[in-house]
């Protein structure tokens, strides 16, 4: 929430401005050029040059908007806003299926033709309605870290990117799936000081190898509250709900201040009762174990000041906590452990386009050269590239589930280049060197390209997308037939099952490769062949981003 005088994401007026933007800065480029010329005093070569050089690049503008158009590697145009970008369009529109795909809870319009109503029960024994949220990957249990990281990974999407989703008809079923979400946690807040943070224990769950529809385990319920706290999960709840307040704000205000109203108390109580949930429980180390709390509480702080406008937030940030929990010109890898690059970026979008008096901050300041250093961290030819890639320049930092990071990281690198194309910021310095909004979006492509199956598999690691996708993801819903009754364990005979998955799991995004770019497609292979929902969000984000060439907004409200 950058002050009142920012225009609304909507209006007509907004999107008007946005393109000017871009013309505006692509003049402005060539005026300063030609001032440069001028100066020599060579008038008449001048002019013959400025007319050759006219010609020229009126035949340069054709040809890449050519090229552009049949080859999505090369760069989109600045300036030429609009273009959708149909293989993107498509992608975003087989990726975000994967909500439905794991959507717990009595389904409505459900379109995936192998699912059905599950989960009714869960939280009965709080006597909670826990039945809706998503199931987190393959197996059938809750996990509200991850789960609530994706919500506000989806929220980030729709508030950067809505013009653009909606323009390839997939805003509403965004919408919808962050609510299928939203509606879970803000159910699974029923006290200021108590959440409930998972629905079905791993141990039990992984006994069975069965449908969701189908289950008959019993699905315990675990809370965090003041005597056993999970400070990250709590606050990462808080920027869940935070963000989905400024997603909902225009389209239902009551819901919204519903949102926005448990977000601050979750905050409140993962501030006040500071302790990591891997400690105070330390059952979910197996699963999601947490390297520590200080980024969620600097990324919900950062949330909720966007939600609210609210000094305080800015001040928790910026002061004390910012010293001890920010970490500032290291670099990370955003993730659902780790939201410090997360927070660096949203924190920059403030000294990019906040008012005057706060985006003058030094701290704020800290802030985006953390972020500018991750970038420089991920561009090829930065003199600090990283060198953890594969040969094929995919970024890779994890054997299980070696996609999260590439992607994510694409993501945030995608928005970096929109805040800068935006504000009109030309270059950032990456320890001598420098490098555009283009080059930053040139990485992002060249990430999602490797997922789409420019890589030595030849394969689209997006289940559903392309000819050669997955076809023995490690999902038990889509490993089982419809119409098979499994009890509990006779169902793994369906995993162990030489025959391909019967149903598929469309919009996967599935673990991915190995550091020497292969791929080995077996269903009992989880570390490569998982799907996850966090996965999803910043697969949904990217492609979302790149669907046209894209600015963003200047206030999220
Ligand atoms: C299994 O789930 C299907 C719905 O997908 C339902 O029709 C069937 O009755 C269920 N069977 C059992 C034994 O629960
Ligand atoms: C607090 O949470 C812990 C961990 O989930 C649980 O063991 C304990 O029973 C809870 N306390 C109360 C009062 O419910
Ligand atoms: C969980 O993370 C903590 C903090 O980084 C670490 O000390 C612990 O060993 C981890 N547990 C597991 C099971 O990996
Ligand atoms: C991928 O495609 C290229 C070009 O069509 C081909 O040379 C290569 O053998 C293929 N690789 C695999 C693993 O199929
Ligand atoms: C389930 O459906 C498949 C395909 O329609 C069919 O071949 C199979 O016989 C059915 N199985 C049962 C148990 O109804
Ligand atoms: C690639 O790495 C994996 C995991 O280390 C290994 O199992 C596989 O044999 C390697 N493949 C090739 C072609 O080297
Ligand atoms: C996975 O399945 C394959 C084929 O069924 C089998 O050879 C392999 O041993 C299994 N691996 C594990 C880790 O279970």
Same mark, same amino acid.
């Given at each position: 929430?950058?002050?009142?005088?920012?225009?609304?994401?909507?209006?007509?007026?907004?999107?008007?401005?946005?393109?000017?933007?871009?013309?505006?800065?692509?003049?402005?480029?060539?005026?300063?050029?030609?001032?440069?010329?001028?100066?020599?005093?060579?008038?008449?070569?001048?002019?013959?040059?400025?007319?050759?050089?006219?010609?020229?690049?009126?035949?340069?503008?054709?040809?890449?908007?050519?090229?552009?158009?049949?080859?999505?590697?090369?760069?989109?145009?600045?300036?030429?806003?609009?273009?959708?970008?149909?293989?993107?369009?498509?992608?975003?529109?087989?990726?975000?299926?994967?909500?439905?795909?794991?959507?717990?809870?009595?389904?409505?319009?459900? *379109?995936?033709?192998?699912?059905?109503?599950?989960?009714?029960?869960?939280?009965?024994?709080?006597?909670?309605?826990?039945?809706?949220?998503?199931?987190?990957?393959?197996?059938?249990?809750?996990?509200?870290?991850?789960?609530?990281?994706?919500?506000?990974?989806?929220?980030?999407?729709?508030?950067?990117?809505?013009?653009?989703?909606?323009?390839?008809?997939?805003?509403?079923?965004?919408?919808?799936?962050? *609510?299928?979400?939203?509606?879970?946690?803000?159910?699974?807040?029923?006290?200021?000081?108590?959440?409930?943070?998972?629905?079905?224990?791993? *141990?039990?769950?992984?006994?069975?190898?069965?449908?969701?529809?189908?289950?008959?385990?019993?699905?315990?319920?675990?809370?965090?509250?003041?005597?056993?706290?999970?400070?990250?999960?709590?606050?990462?709840?808080?920027?869940?709900?935070?963000?989905?307040?400024?997603?909902?704000?225009?389209?239902?205000?009551?819901?919204?201040?519903?949102?926005?109203?448990?977000?601050?108390?979750?905050?409140?109580?993962?501030?006040?009762?500071?302790?990591?949930?891997?400690?105070?429980?330390?059952?979910?180390?197996?699963?999601?174990?947490?390297?520590?709390?200080?980024?969620?509480?600097?990324?919900?702080?950062?949330?909720?000041?966007?939600?609210?406008?609210?000094?305080?937030?800015?001040?928790?940030?910026?002061? *004390?906590?910012?010293?001890?929990?920010?970490?500032?010109?290291?670099?990370?890898?955003?993730?659902?452990?780790?939201?410090?690059?997360?927070?660096?970026?949203?924190?920059?979008?403030?000294?990019?386009?906040?008012?005057?008096?706060?985006?003058?901050?030094?701290?704020?300041?800290?802030?985006?050269?953390?972020?500018?250093?991750?970038?420089?961290?991920?561009?090829?030819?930065?003199?600090?590239?990283?060198?953890?890639?594969?040969?094929?320049?995919?970024?890779?930092?994890?054997?299980?589930?070696?996609?999260?990071?590439?992607?994510?990281?694409?993501?945030?690198?995608?928005?970096?280049?929109?805040?800068?194309?935006?504000?009109?910021?030309?270059?950032?310095?990456?320890?001598?060197?420098?490098?555009?909004?283009?080059?930053?979006?040139?990485?992002?492509?060249?990430?999602?390209?490797?997922?789409?199956?420019?890589?030595?598999?030849?394969?689209?690691?997006?289940?559903?997308?392309?000819?050669?996708?997955?076809?023995?993801?490690?999902?038990?819903?889509?490993?089982?037939?419809?119409?098979?009754?499994?009890?509990?364990?006779?169902?793994?005979?369906?995993?162990?099952?030489?025959?391909?998955?019967?149903?598929?799991?469309?919009?996967?995004?599935?673990?991915?490769?190995?550091?020497?770019?292969?791929?080995?497609?077996?269903?009992?292979?989880?570390?490569?062949?998982?799907?996850?929902?966090?996965?999803?969000?910043?697969?949904?984000?990217?492609?979302?981003?790149?669907?046209?060439?894209?600015?963003?907004?200047?206030?999220?409200?």
């Amino acid at each position: 929430m950058l002050g009142s005088t920012q225009p609304k994401r909507h209006s007509f007026s907004d999107s008007c401005n946005r393109k000017l933007i871009k013309i505006i800065f692509f003049f402005d480029f060539f005026r300063r050029m030609e001032d440069k010329r001028r100066s020599g005093g060579w008038c008449g070569w001048l002019l013959v040059l400025i007319v050759f050089g006219a010609i020229g690049f009126a035949i340069f503008i054709t040809l890449t908007q050519k090229m552009y158009e049949s080859d999505p590697d090369a760069a989109p145009v600045p300036g030429h806003p609009g273009t959708i970008t149909k293989k993107y369009a498509e992608a975003l529109g087989i990726a975000m299926q994967f909500f439905d795909v794991q959507k717990s809870g009595k389904l409505e319009n459900n *379109k995936i033709p192998w699912r059905g109503d599950s989960g009714l029960q869960d939280g009965s024994e709080a006597k909670l309605d826990l039945s809706k949220g998503i199931y987190d990957a393959g197996d059938h249990v809750k996990f509200g870290f991850p789960m609530a990281f994706t919500a506000t990974v989806l929220s980030w999407t729709i508030l950067e990117y809505g013009d653009q989703m909606k323009a390839v008809n997939q805003l509403e079923p965004a919408q919808d799936s962050l *609510k299928w979400i939203t509606d879970y946690l803000v159910n699974a807040h029923p006290f200021d000081d108590v959440l409930y943070i998972q629905v079905g224990n791993p *141990k039990i769950d992984h006994r069975c190898w069965d449908r969701p529809e189908n289950m008959t385990k019993e699905r315990p319920l675990t809370q965090v509250n003041t005597s056993a706290p999970g400070t990250e999960v709590a606050a990462e709840t808080a920027a869940a709900l935070a963000s989905a307040s400024l997603v909902f704000k225009n389209i239902d205000s009551s819901y919204s201040s519903l949102l926005l109203m448990h977000a601050k108390q979750l905050f409140t109580f993962a501030d006040r009762y500071r302790e990591s949930y891997s400690i105070s429980i330390p059952n979910v180390q197996k699963f999601y174990n947490s390297t520590g709390y200080g980024d969620e509480l600097l990324w919900a702080a950062s949330w909720l000041y966007h939600a609210t406008g609210e000094r305080f937030y800015f001040e928790y940030v910026t002061g *004390k906590n910012g010293e001890d929990f920010a970490d500032w010109g290291s670099i990370t890898w955003f993730s659902w452990d780790n939201k410090l690059a997360g927070a660096q970026v949203l924190l920059s979008r403030v000294n990019f386009f906040g008012s005057e008096d706060i985006s003058h901050s030094k701290i704020l300041l800290k802030y985006r050269k953390s972020a500018e250093a991750v970038m420089c961290n991920l561009l090829p030819d930065s003199p600090t590239a990283t060198e953890q890639k594969t040969d094929k320049g995919l970024i890779w930092i994890t054997e299980w589930n070696a996609l999260q990071h590439p992607v994510a990281s694409a993501f945030l690198a995608m928005l970096y280049s929109d805040y800068m194309l935006t504000s009109r910021t030309t270059k950032i310095y990456c320890s001598g060197s420098y490098f555009t909004p283009l080059d930053l979006r040139k990485f992002a492509i060249s990430q999602v390209e490797y997922v789409l199956g420019n890589n030595p598999m030849n394969m689209s690691y997006l289940v559903g997308y392309g000819d050669n996708y997955p076809q023995y993801v490690h999902h038990r819903g889509a490993s089982i037939p419809a119409n098979a009754t499994t009890g509990c364990k006779d169902g793994f005979k369906w995993l162990d099952s030489a025959e391909p998955n019967p149903n598929v799991a469309i919009g996967a995004l599935v673990g991915g490769p190995f550091i020497n770019d292969s791929y080995i497609d077996s269903r009992n292979n989880s570390k490569q062949g998982e799907p996850s929902t966090y996965n999803s969000a910043v697969i949904v984000g990217l492609l979302s981003g790149l669907v046209t060439t894209s600015s963003v907004v200047l206030s999220f409200t």
